[in-house]
């Protein structure tokens, strides 16, 4: 689930440049070194790449890799039948009585 959250937010992130470690761990709430060592984990995996910042080179933006778009896809599919399935549940509460 972390996993998906963190491609799901690489691939989101609205910025002039891509997101950076430091600011996917504020955009999950976890502590810099368990985002670091969540990219690590998504690295590993060929989900993600590092990329030297050019300003700075003590960061690192994050970039989702082809392999990392499939994944991510293939996990919004899988979600998005779920949700389906449960539809009438969802929407139930929010429903006016006449």
Known sequence: MQWYQALLVIRTFDSDAPITVGELGDQL?????????????????????????????????????????RCLAELAAAHLERLQEFQEAFLKPFKVEK
């Open 29 to 69: 709430m976890i502590r810099p070194h368990s985002a670091a060592e969540l990219v690590s984990r998504l690295e590993a995996a060929n989900l993600v790449k590092r990329k030297r910042d050019p300003a700075d080179g003590r960061r690192w933006h994050l970039l989702i890799t082809a392999s990392g778009d």
